[in-house]
């Protein structure tokens, strides 16, 4: 466990799966207070946190459209006065094969998988550098090597971790660091459809848990993960 009292956070893509985990993890780590955004402000899982839960504050949003995000970080702050680490988790998915492939699905995987992390990104990174201190986690994948039928999730995917090392270059005399996460298959609704188009892919594959990658997260944002800055770390079980 690591010592986060004094900070808060903030974690996009919060509702569930491995947002869900970060978020809880930052509260068992006593963070002062974590922001969870969702395209929804109604996240099942508080309901279960007691006293915990004063420490969460929930916000609707779709990080594809700047405006509703520059809403929602204007009254993060105004809640926390300051943010120190932020989880770029909100993702989606929108498959087919290429030649299949509408434009609506490819622009909104891109918006939502790339451009809202770059809309959420610009709201926190100014304040993080005047602060003299921040951790930005981007969740990407082992998936921009490329997949059959992800063309667009890939190609985002892809470009995050351009911009992590581009963003850890420029921030990090700034006491901030910027680091990519690549998880394999993790144990989240993403699995729905590969469960269902194939049952035995999916019970040969020894499947990750949100948890095991709130962990890392957790790490990569602590005092302890100081020098590491610009990494892209794969978190898959062996699985490649």
């Known amino acids: ?19 869900a985990a970060a978020a809880k993890r930052f509260l068992a780590d006593g963070v002062a207070g974590v922001a969870v955004i969702a395209t929804s402000d109604e996240i099942p899982w508080l309901g ?24 929602t970080f204007d009254a ?62 981007m969740m990407s994948s082992l998936s921009f090597y490329g997949n059959i039928g992800q063309a667009n999730y890939a190609a985002a995917k892809g470009a995050l971790i351009s911009l992590t090392k581009s963003l850890a270059f420029e921030s990090a005399r700034k006491g901030i660091t910027v680091n990519a996460i690549l998880p394999a298959a993790i144990e ?21 848990q949100p948890e095991d990658v709130a962990s890392l997260i957790a790490y990569l944002c602590s005092d302890e993960a100081w020098f590491i800055n610009g990494a892209t770390i794969d978190i898959n079980g062996g699985i490649h």
């Open 188 to 208: 989240t609704d993403m699995l729905t459809g590969l469960k269902a188009s194939d049952p035995d892919a999916a019970s040969r594959m020894r499947l990750g």
């Open 76 to 137: 993060i702050f105004e809640s926390f006065g300051r943010v120190d680490y932020l989880v770029n988790n909100a993702g989606v998915t929108q498959d087919s094969m290429f030649h299949k492939m509408s434009g609506d699905a490819w622009e909104r995987v891109i918006d939502v998988d790339l451009n809202g992390v770059f809309y959420c990104t610009k709201q926190v990174l100014g304040k993080m550098r005047e602060q003299g201190f921040g951790r930005i986690v």
């Open 1 to 19: 466990m690591f010592d986060f009292s004094g900070k808060y956070a903030v974690v996009t893509g919060g509702r569930r799966g491995i947002g």
């Open 48 to 71: 279960d946190l007691g006293r915990d839960g004063e420490r969460v504050a929930a916000f609707g949003c779709d990080v594809a459209k700047p405006s509703e995000v520059e809403a």
